[in-house]
Each structure stands twice: as structure tokens, then as C-alpha cells.
T-cell receptor, first 116, second 111 residues
Framework: GAVVSQHPSRVICKSGTSVKIECRSL??????MFWYRQFPKQSLMLMAT?????????EQGVEKDKFLINHASLTLSTLTVTSAHPEDSSFYIC????????????FGSGTQLSVL | KNQVEQSPQSLIILEGKNCTLQ??????????LRWYKQDTGRGPVSLTI?????NTKSNGRYTATLDADTKQSSLHITASQLSDSASYIC??????????FGAGTRLTVKP
């Protein structure tokens, strides 16, 4: 079945640094990828929708200059948390959409970001 | 108010027992409704996906039902196992593809 690889799975960084998270669709081309964040015991919250070759569409309240999304190819999207602060500590998950007779959504395994 | 409400928030059952999780939604019109299982610290894994015209769909010990008239869905887990301990998330996708996530039900299966 389709696989989405997300890397790294866990990252600890100092406040003020930037962190890049990669999301790859391993055996299919994903025209659309999604980025979410999840705080403990809360639901997934969609941050942005990323289409290959175009600018990402951000959800209301998500700072596009803070969370940089690049979708340079049909198999790779990256999320960069710039100038990270402790309040950015969260679980970040990506998903990739496989279009077909039935649209399917495959999730990465998530990245736990801890900002000290 | 969230457009997707799940109940209960948490549930504890004994191994081998059955359980049913509920999802009520106000999203309309919708394209599909999905149930996901999410282990702690992992990404969600798809269990079932149903369009508005489907009433039920099974995946092993998981059976999802959908009543589009009352805007309710349920996920029934049969003969629960310890590995079923996870959060179960209901996701409703409207026709404009703007997904709406429920807060999830945290299921704990005890031996």
C-alpha cells in the first residue's frame, strides 16, 4: 500500500532556531499534501494545504512566515518552523492525497518537536 | 462549535469485549467520512472511508456505520484486543475538501 515517510520523528531544538520537517510519498505521486499539528489529547488541526508547484494555502490563524511550506516535487513537501519558540512545541503530522476512483489520504508517522 | 463531535471522550473496556464509538457531525454536504486509528505519538491510520451513499463498511473487527439523514456515524469494535488501545478519530470531508476532524475517543483496552 501507499506509504508516506515523515522525518525526523523527534527533534529537540533551542529557542530561536529553525527546524525542517520532511514529508515524502514513497510509492505514489501526491499532488496535494497537508500539514497538521496536534497538541496533547487534542484533535489534529489542519495548518495548511500544499499543492505541488504552487504556494501553500494556510488555515486562518497560521502564520505563513512562521511555518514555511515548500512542495517542490510530487513526492516531497517540507515544513520549516522558523525561529522556533517553546509554544511551537507540538506533534506535527503530514498527509498526502492519492487521487483515484476514491480519494485516499495517507498520513506520515509524525514529528514530535520540543523547543527548549 | 466543532462541526464534528465524538463521544465518549474516553472509554475503558476489558479485552475481548465489544464497544461502539460515536461521531455526530453538522458538516453538509459532505463528500466522505473516515475513521482513523491513532496510536500515541504516531500518525493516524485509516480504518474505513464511506461516501454519503454508503451505510456500512467493515475492516476486520472494525465496522463503521453511517446515517446521512441523522448525520451520525459509529465505529464498532468487536472482540477488542490490547492493541486496540488508541485514539479513534472521525474525519468528515465536505464537498469543498476542507476536512473537519473530531477530537477523538481515547480507547483503553485492559487485560
Amino acid at each position: 500500500g501507499a506509504v508516506v515517510s515523515q522525518h525526523p520523528s523527534r527533534v529537540i531544538c533551542k529557542s530561536g532556531t529553525s527546524v525542517k520537517i520532511e514529508c515524502r510519498s514513497l510509492d505514489f505521486q501526491a499532488t496535494t499534501m497537508f500539514w497538521y499539528r496536534q497538541f496533547p489529547k487534542q484533535s489534529l488541526m489542519l495548518m495548511a494545504t500544499s499543492n505541488e508547484g504552487s504556494k501553500a494555502t494556510y488555515e486562518q490563524g497560521v502564520e505563513k512566515d512562521k511555518f514555511l511550506i515548500n512542495h517542490a516535487s510530487l513526492t516531497l513537501s517540507t515544513l520549516t518552523v522558523t525561529s522556533a519558540h517553546p509554544e511551537d512545541s507540538s506533534f506535527y503530522i503530514c498527509s498526502a492525497s492519492l487521487q483515484g476512483a476514491e480519494e485516499k489520504l495517507f498520513f506520515g508517522s509524525g514529528t514530535q518537536l520540543s523547543v527548549l | 462549535k466543532n462541526q464534528v463531535e465524538q463521544s465518549p471522550q474516553s472509554l475503558i473496556i476489558l479485552e475481548g469485549k465489544n464497544c461502539t464509538l460515536q461521531c455526530n457531525y453538522t458538516v453538509s454536504p459532505f463528500s466522505n467520512l473516515r475513521w482513523y486509528k491513532q496510536d500515541t505519538g504516531r500518525g493516524p491510520v485509516s480504518l474505513t472511508i464511506m461516501t454519503f451513499s454508503e451505510n456500512t463498511k467493515s475492516n476486520g473487527r472494525y465496522t463503521a456505520t453511517l446515517d446521512a439523514d441523522t448525520k451520525q456515524s459509529s465505529l464498532h469494535i468487536t472482540a477488542s484486543q490490547l492493541s486496540d488501545s488508541a485514539s479513534y478519530i472521525c474525519v468528515v470531508t465536505p464537498t469543498n475538501n476542507d476536512m473537519r476532524f473530531g477530537a477523538g475517543t481515547r480507547l483503553t483496552v485492559k487485560p
